[in-house]
C-alpha cells in the first residue's frame, strides 16, 4: 500500500515539476525579468542599486511580514493593517509631544503603539468575526473608515480636546495637527546603532536584526498549538470549528497580532524616512505591503516568510529603477512614475484574479472528474 | 443480563413539530459486537444517532422521550462533546479532514501532543511546541491497528478516497476512551475492494471490545460482518434478529413492507401503448450527492413513471440534468429529435416542464405574487401574457388582464388555498406552495411534466390532494408525468411503471403491485443476486 503512493506520487511529480515550478512561481519570476529589464535600461550603477535595496527592505520587510499570520488563518490578505499603521504613528506623534529623541524615544514610541495596537487589533477582529468570508473587502473599507476617525482626532481635537500648545506640531490656528511632523530627532535611531559598510553598501545591522527576530518568532508561532490552529483554520474554518478549535478567538489573536506587527512596522519605517506625513503616512501601507507580498507568489490563501522576502525585494527593485528607466526609455521620469503605480495596484488586480481563476478551475475539474 | 450492553436505547421517541419521527424504539448493541442497523431514508436512522451523539438539532425542537443506557449507567446526553467524553465516536459519511494536513496533522486535530518550551511557560499552553515525533508514533499505530501501512506524514490532498475514510476512523479510535463507533454509511463512497478493506477494519476494531453501530443501505455488507441486525421502518423498530439467522430476502421484506393504498385502482394495461414519447440514452449528469452515471430508459406517452431509488443514488439528478439545471451528458430523444441537453430554455421550448425538488430554492420566487409565480417562465420563454407597448412590438410589456384571469383560474382549477392571486408565495403552506409549483408547469402546456418529490414537506391531507392533482392532470389533460420520489408508497399508489435507480443506473423497472420483496432487493442494488439467495 505504502509503495504504491509513494511511486504514483513521484511520478506526478516528476512529470510535470517543471511546468509545477513555472505555475507556482510565475508572478515572482515575471517580475525577476521586469526587474532585470528595468535595470538594465536606468542605467544605474549597482552600488546604488544595492544601497537602495538595503534602505527599502530593512524600512519595509517588518510590514509586509505583520500580513502572514491572517492569511495563514485563512483571513486573506489583511488591509486593515493601515489600522496598525494609524497606531504606530500615534505612538511617534506621543514622543513628538513629550519631545524624547533618540532610541530612547524609538523604543518609547514602540511602548505607547502598542497598547493602542492590541485595542484596535481586538475591534478589528471582532468586526472581521461577524464578516466571515469577507475580511478582505471589510479590512478595506475599515481602514477608510478609521482614516475618517484619525483625521477628527488629530485634525480637530487636538489643540481643544487634547491640550497640546507646541506651535512646532499644531496648526497656525492652535487646532489640529501639520500636515508633516519633523521626525529628524529620531531619524536613523535604530539603522545608525551599529551600521556596517561591506563594499561601499551600508547596512543597518540592528534593523536588520529586527526583522530577523521577526522572523524566527513567526516561525516558532507557526510551530506551536497557535499556529496548527491558524493552518487549521486556513484551510476549512467549519472542519476546524467542529474538531473543538475556538475559531472566533484564534482569529482574534491573529488579527491583532498582525496589527500590532504593523503598529511596530510604520515605526520603524518612519523612523528611516524621517518625516511623518501627518494624514498621508499610513494611506498606502496596506496597498503596498500587500503589492509587494503578492510579487513574491504569495496568494490569498498562502503566504511564506521566503515570498514575503523575495516579494518586497522585486516591489522595491523596480521602484527605485522605474523612474530612471522612465526618463531614460521615453524621456520623463514621470512615465516610469505612472508604470509604478501602475504595476503596484495592477499586481493586486492580478494577483486576486489569479485566486479566483484557480479556484474556479479547482471546482471545474472537480465537476470534470465526478 | 444488561451488563453485557454497552448502549441500550429503551423506547426513544422525538417528535418533529407534532410528526412523530421515531416510536418507542429499542436498541441494544453489545460490547465489542458489529451491530447492523438498516432501513430506508426516512427510516429514522439519522434521527436516532443524532439522538446518540446529542446533536444541538434534537435539543433545540424539544429534546426526546425514552431513556438511553451507556455501560449500566442512565446518561443524559445534551452535546456532542458529552458524547465524546463518554467514549462515542462518530465516522462521519462526508469526510472531516483538512486537505492540506499530513495524515498525522489530521488524526491529532486539535488533540496534539504539545511540550512545553521557555515561552508557553510564561504565556500559556496555547505557545506549547507540537510534539511532532510523539504524534506520528501514535497516528502510525493507529493505522497499524487498521491494517493500514501507509507513510503517516502524506498530506490528505491527492489521497485515494478510500484512505481518506481510513484516516477518518485511525481519528476516532485515536480517541483512547472509545467505547462504541458509529459508522454512518461508511462505504457508500467507497470502491468494492476498499470496502471490503473497511469491513476488515471494522472486525479488527470489534475485536479489540470497541463496538460497532453500522448504519449501511448495502444489505451483503450487513450479513457478511455483522453479529446483529435492527431493522427500522417509518420511525418503528420493526425487527431484531442475529446475523446468522437472517437472509437478504428476508431483511429487504421488513426494510420495505408496509401495506399500500392505491390511490388508482385500475392499473391500465400501459403495455398495449407502445408510443415511446422520450428515450434516454447513456445519460450522465454531474450532481453533487445525486450523480447519474449512465442512465437508459424510455418513457411511453400518456403514462405515470416513477422513478425510486434510496437518496444519493441519483434518482434526484435525472430531471435536474434534463432539464438543464446540472451539467449533464448523454442523448436525449423526443421522439425522433434530439434534445439539447445544458439549456433549460430548449428543454422548456419543446414542451418539458419541470416542478423542482428544491421547491423554496428553485421552484418558487417566495418574495413574488402567487400570479407572477404562475406565469413567468411562460412570459420568459413564451412570451405569452405580454402585449406591446403603443403597438410597438419591441416594448413588450406584462398583460396584467390576462395574468389575472389565468391565474384565477389555475387558483380554482388546482384549489390553491390563498387569500388571493396577489399574495405572496412565502405565506402560503407547503402543500399550496407545491400548487403553484405544478401550476406554472401547467401554464407552460407541457407534454412530459418532471415533478421531483412532490410531497416533500408537506402534511399528509394535502399530500394526498398533490397525488390526486397529479393523476387528473394525466387522466384529464393527457400529460405523461415522471414523478421521482423518495417514498415508494407514493410511487406504488399513482404509477404506472416504476424505475428504480441504483448507483446512478437503471436497475430495473417494476409493476406498483410487485412484492415488497422485489423492490427492496432492487433498491440495494441486489436484484440480480436474488436467484441465488
Known amino acids: ?370 | 443480563m444488561d451488563e453485557q450492553y454497552i448502549l441500550q436505547l429503551k423506547n426513544i421517541s422525538k417528535e418533529y413539530f407534532g410528526n412523530k419521527v421515531l416510536k418507542e424504539v429499542n436498541l441494544n448493541v453489545k460490547a465489542g459486537e458489529i451491530h447492523a442497523l438498516v432501513g430506508e431514508n426516512g427510516a429514522g436512522k439519522s434521527t436516532l444517532m443524532n439522538i446518540i451523539f446529542g446533536m444541538p438539532v434534537i435539543h433545540s425542537t424539544g429534546g426526546y422521550t425514552g431513556e438511553i443506557i451507556f455501560d449500566g449507567k442512565t446518561v443524559d446526553i445534551k452535546s456532542p462533546k458529552d458524547a465524546l467524553d463518554l467514549g462515542i465516536g462518530m465516522v462521519h459519511q462526508e469526510f472531516m479532514l483538512l486537505p492540506g494536513f499530513t495524515i498525522t496533522e489530521n488524526i491529532k486535530l486539535n488533540r496534539e501532543i504539545t511540550k512545553h518550551n521557555p515561552v508557553s511557560r510564561i504565556l500559556g499552553d496555547i505557545m506549547k511546541s507540537l510534539d511532532i515525533k510523539a504524534m506520528r508514533k501514535d497516528a502510525k499505530e493507529d493505522l497499524q491497528k487498521l491494517g493500514m501501512d501507509i507513510d503517516e506524514w502524506l498530506p490528505i490532498q491527492g489521497l485515494p478516497v478510500g484512505y481518506m475514510q481510513f484516516v477518518e476512523i485511525a481519528r476516532e479510535i485515536d480517541k483512547k476512551n472509545i467505547r462504541l463507533l458509529v459508522f454512518d454509511e461508511p462505504t457508500a463512497v467507497l470502491t468494492e475492494s476498499e470496502a471490503e478493506k473497511l469491513l476488515e477494519a471494522m472486525k479488527k476494531i470489534s475485536s479489540q471490545g470497541i463496538a460497532i453501530l453500522f448504519i449501511t443501505h448495502r444489505l451483503d455488507e450487513v450479513l457478511s460482518v455483522s453479529d446483529s441486525i435492527t431493522i427500522m421502518r417509518d420511525g418503528e423498530q420493526v425487527s431484531h434478529m442475529n446475523t446468522k439467522d437472517a437472509t437478504l430476502a428476508k431483511i429487504a421484506e421488513l426494510m420495505v413492507g408496509r401495506k399500500i393504498e392505491r390511490v388508482v385502482h385500475e392499473i391500465r394495461e400501459s403495455k398495449n401503448n407502445n408510443e415511446i414519447i422520450m428515450t434516454i440514452k447513456n445519460l450522465k449528469v454531474n450532481m453533487p450527492g445525486e450523480e447519474v452515471k449512465g442512465l437508459d430508459l424510455e418513457v411511453k406517452k400518456g403514462e405515470i413513471l416513477g422513478i425510486g431509488g434510496l437518496a444519493g443514488q441519483g434518482k434526484i439528478g435525472i430531471a435536474n440534468g434534463i432539464m438543464g439545471l446540472y451539467k449533464s451528458s448523454g442523448e436525449v430523444y423526443l421522439g425522433n429529435t434530439k434534445l439539447e441537453l445544458n439549456n433549460t430554455r430548449k428543454a422548456i421550448e419543446n414542451k418539458l416542464a419541470f416542478v423542482s425538488e428544491d421547491r423554496r430554492g428553485v421552484g418558487l420566487l417566495l418574495d413574488t405574487s402567487i400570479e407572477m409565480n404562475i406565469v413567468i417562465t411562460s412570459m420568459q420563454v413564451q412570451n405569452r401574457f405580454l402585449k406591446s407597448l403603443f403597438g410597438i412590438k419591441l416594448f413588450n410589456i406584462k398583460d396584467d388582464k390576462a395574468i389575472r384571469s389565468w391565474a384565477l383560474k389555475m387558483i380554482k382549477d388546482l384549489d390553491i388555498r390563498c387569500t388571493g392571486p396577489t399574495q405572496l408565495t412565502r405565506r402560503l403552506s407547503g402543500g399550496n406552495q407545491q400548487k403553484v409549483c405544478i401550476a406554472r408547469a401547467l401554464t407552460l402546456e407541457p407534454e412530459i411534466l418532471f415533478v421531483s418529490e412532490p410531497t416533500r414537506g408537506i402534511d399528509i391531507g394535502a399530500k394526498k390532494l398533490v397525488l390526486d392533482l397529479l393523476v387528473k392532470l394525466n387522466r384529464e389533460l393527457g400529460v405523461t408525468i415522471v414523478m421521482t420520489s423518495s417514498e415508494l408508497g407514493e410511487l406504488r399508489s399513482i404509477c404506472d411503471r416504476i424505475a428504480i435507480i441504483y448507483d446512478g443506473k437503471l436497475e430495473g423497472i417494476l409493476n406498483p403491485t410487485d412484492s415488497d420483496a422485489d423492490f427492496g432487493l432492487m433498491m440495494a442494488g441486489k436484484y440480480g443476486a436474488k436467484e441465488v439467495v
Open chain 1, 1 to 370: 500500500m505504502n509503495t504504491q503512493i509513494d511511486i504514483s506520487k513521484r511520478k506526478q511529480t516528476s512529470k510535470i515539476s517543471f511546468m509545477n515550478i513555472l505555475a507556482n512561481y510565475s508572478v515572482p519570476i515575471l517580475f525577476v525579468i521586469i526587474c532585470m529589464l528595468g535595470i538594465y535600461a536606468s542605467k544605474l550603477n549597482m552600488t546604488y542599486i544595492l544601497n537602495e535595496i538595503v534602505i527599502r527592505l530593512s524600512r519595509n520587510l517588518f510590514l509586509v511580514l505583520a500580513l502572514i499570520i491572517p492569511v495563514m488563518a485563512g483571513m486573506g490578505l489583511n488591509f486593515a493593517i493601515v489600522i496598525g499603521a494609524m497606531a504606530g504613528q500615534i505612538g511617534l506623534i506621543a514622543i513628538k509631544v513629550l519631545d524624547m529623541g533618540g532610541f530612547t524615544g524609538f523604543l518609547m514610541a514602540l511602548l505607547i503603539s502598542t497598547p493602542f495596537a492590541l485595542l484596535f487589533g481586538y475591534g478589528t477582529g471582532q468586526i472581521l468575526n461577524k464578516t466571515k468570508g469577507k475580511e478582505m473587502i471589510t479590512g478595506l473599507m475599515l481602514g477608510y473608515f478609521a482614516n475618517g476617525l484619525y483625521q477628527l482626532v488629530f485634525l480637530t481635537f487636538m489643540g481643544t480636546i487634547i491640550p497640546v500648545n507646541n506651535p512646532e506640531i499644531i496648526l497656525s490656528g492652535g487646532v489640529g495637527l501639520k500636515n508633516a511632523l519633523d521626525l529628524k530627532f529620531i531619524q536613523y535611531s535604530l539603522d545608525n546603532l551599529i551600521k556596517l559598510d561591506i563594499a561601499g553598501v551600508k547596512i543597518p545591522v540592528v534593523t536588520i536584526l529586527f526583522i530577523l527576530v521577526l522572523c524566527f518568532v513567526l516561525r516558532f508561532v507557526i510551530k506551536t498549538k497557535l499556529g496548527q490552529d491558524f493552518r487549521a483554520l486556513g484551510q476549512d474554518i467549519n472542519i476546524a470549528e467542529v474538531s473543538g478549535i475556538n475559531t472566533n478567538k484564534t482569529r482574534l489573536i491573529a488579527i491583532t497580532i498582525s496589527t500590532v506587527l504593523a503598529a511596530w512596522g510604520q515605526i520603524i519605517f518612519l523612523q528611516n524616512i524621517g518625516t511623518l506625513n501627518t494624514y498621508n503616512s499610513h494611506e498606502q501601507v496596506g496597498m503596498f505591503a500587500i503589492a509587494a507580498l503578492l510579487v513574491g507568489g504569495a496568494s490569498v490563501t498562502k503566504a511564506t516568510i521566503g515570498q514575503a522576502v523575495v516579494g518586497t525585494l522585486l516591489f522595491h527593485t523596480l521602484f527605485i529603477v522605474s523612474p530612471f528607466a522612465g526618463k531614460n526609455l521615453f524621456g520623463d521620469a514621470q512615465i516610469g512614475e505612472y508604470f509604478r503605480s501602475f504595476i503596484a495596484y495592477g499586481v493586486i488586480a492580478l494577483s486576486l484574479v489569479l485566486h479566483a481563476w484557480q479556484k474556479y478551475m479547482k471546482e471545474h475539474n472537480k465537476e470534470k472528474l465526478g
